[in-house]
């Protein structure tokens, strides 16, 4: 079955301090793994997406992740946290071939930043 | 990028009372489009999934009746929560995949539809 784990439910950081978000899949074929951010009450908008090609992808905001296929992991880092990084983050993954398929969620991991 | 809109952004209605929610793909025709329930400080659930032209599929435990969806043209899906009630409040928000982006399976995410049934 499909699906997507996200360990941590709210992770806490100071400003300036490094991140990094956990996501772990499981897919039978080979997926596409994207990061979603969303503010609240907002949509969701996308952070970056891995497809193929080189494991390390870099996204918005500085934002950069690391496809490990061994691990079934598609880990979300940033360096330096700034204070309005603090939102919803969610890992999606779907199927390579295009179609009607959807995206599948984990249940998100709350950043909040402190000073 | 491809832009998807949705309308209202906000709606309050009575109880019993139904509401429609438009999701439009605004630079792209999209043959499938996706309507999410989301409730607060919860991940996305899908509802249904909307193609052109056909019925929508709905997921397990989604009254059809009730979440009426319609997509009669490539770039507009229609959601209407029929005899909406308070337990109907939530945040709504869709998306659509762009056919013509390939074996890319991305798929565009409007910017939600928060409604409250009073």
């Known amino acids: 079955a499909q699906s997507v784990t996200q360990p941590d439910i709210h992770i806490t950081v100071s400003e300036g301090a490094s991140l990094e978000l956990r996501c772990n899949y499981s897919y039978g074929a080979t997926p596409y793994l994207f990061w979603y951010v969303q503010s609240p009450g907002q949509g969701l908008q996308l952070l970056l997406k891995?497809?193929?090609?080189?494991?390390l992808v870099q996204g918005i905001k500085g934002f950069e992740a690391e496809f490990k296929r061994s691990q079934s992991s598609f880990n979300l880092r940033k360096p330096s946290v700034h204070w309005s990084d603090a939102a919803e983050y969610f890992c999606?993954?779907?199927?390579?071939?295009?179609?009607?398929?959807?995206?599948?969620f984990g249940k998100g991991t709350r950043l909040s930043v402190i000073a | 990028g491809a832009v998807v809109s949705q309308h209202p952004s906000w709606v309050i209605c009575k109880s019993g009372t139904s509401v429609k929610i438009e999701c439009r793909s605004l630079d792209f025709q999209a043959t499938t489009m996706f309507w999410y329930r989301q409730f607060p400080k919860q991940s996305l659930m899908l509802m249904a999934t909307?193609?052109?032209?056909?019925?929508?599929?709905?997921e397990q435990g989604v009254e059809k009746d009730k979440f009426l969806i319609n997509h009669a043209s490539l770039t507009l899906s229609t959601l209407t929560v029929t005899s909406a009630h308070p337990e109907d409040s939530s945040f709504y928000i869709c998306?659509?995949?762009?056919?013509?982006?390939?074996?890319?399976?991305?798929?565009?995410f409007g910017p939600g539809t928060r409604l409250t049934v009073l």
């Open positions: 999606a993954v779907g199927p390579a071939a295009s179609g009607n398929t959807p995206l599948v």
């Open positions: 909307s193609n052109e032209g056909s019925k929508a599929t709905y």
């Open positions: 891995y497809f193929s090609g080189d494991t």
């Open positions: 998306s659509a995949r762009d056919p013509l982006a390939g074996v890319i399976n991305e798929q565009f």
